[in-house]
């Protein structure tokens, strides 16, 4: 159970696309497709952004987009906006009733 | 509204135990798998442990494997986690989370606001 790696920080101006990677193994992340995505801004709790690889829950902007290749999911946030700078954290299903998460990326808008 | 709120959190000596309730409102309980997510302080986000809606299937971390329960009662809408053998390293902040299906696999679609537990002498 080795938690997936993500990339400690990701940045981009206003209106700029940045996509956060999310890397596994075929154990988890490419072996299923129960990768999903959370936000969590400073001192708050997180937040369901993507499920199941590239779905989008009822209220999250379509600016979010999700995807998947191998054993590497990537999170797209294209038309950046200061609101969208938060922590993001990945997670997937690990086999045997397990989840894991990554380690988390911090994304500055600057 | 689907509401989850977590109590039983504080300050306890190593080796001691605690026992974290979940109570869930504003959804059919049983309708769906209930995780148990902490977050050190500073630290990012780990999954604990998760139950699916009938208590048949349950897993855990390899770092609470053996110290932790998690269980759930469907006729009062609880969830729990019991702790045993507390270590430093358990401090965090823990999270109740819903599933979005029945087993334990598909994403955390709610959570609560989180219930702190300090391991310290």
């Known amino acids: 159970q080795s938690a997936l790696t993500q990339p400690p920080s990701a940045s981009g101006s206003p209106g700029q696309s940045v996509t956060i990677s999310c890397t596994g193994t075929s154990s988890d992340v490419g072996g299923y497709d129960y990768v ?34 191998g054993n590497t999911a990537s999170l797209t946030v294209s038309g950046l906006q200061a609101e969208d700078e938060a922590d993001y954290y990945c997670s997937s299903y690990a086999g045997s009733n397990n989840l894991v998460f990554g380690g988390g990326t911090k994304l500055t808008v600057l | 509204e689907v509401q989850l709120v977590e109590s039983g959190g504080g300050l306890v000596q190593p080796g001691r135990s605690l026992r974290l309730s979940c109570a869930a409102s504003g959804f059919t309980f049983d309708d769906y798998a209930m995780h148990w997510v902490r977050q050190a302080p500073g ?48 401090t965090a902040l823990y999270y109740c989370a819903r599933d979005m299906g029945t087993l334990t696999r598909r994403a955390f679609d709610f959570w609560g606001q989180g219930t702190m537990v300090t391991v310290s002498s």
């Not at chain 1, 801004?41 to 369901?48: A, E, Q, S, T």
């Not at chain 2, 699916?52 to 971390?61: E, F, Q, T, V």
């Not at chain 2, 770092?63 to 390293?89: H, P």
């Open chain 1, 36 to 69: 999903s995505w959370y936000q969590q801004h400073p001192g708050k709790v997180p937040k369901l952004m993507i499920y199941e690889v590239s779905q989008r829950p009822s209220g999250v902007p379509d600016r979010f987009s999700g995807s998947k290749s």
């Open chain 2, 43 to 90: 630290k990012g986000l780990e999954w604990v442990s998760g139950i699916s809606w009938d208590s048949a299937n349950i897993g855990y971390a390899a770092s609470v494997k053996g110290r932790f329960t998690i269980s759930r009662d469907n006729a009062k809408n609880f969830l729990y986690l019991q702790m045993d053998s507390l270590r430093a390293e358990d």
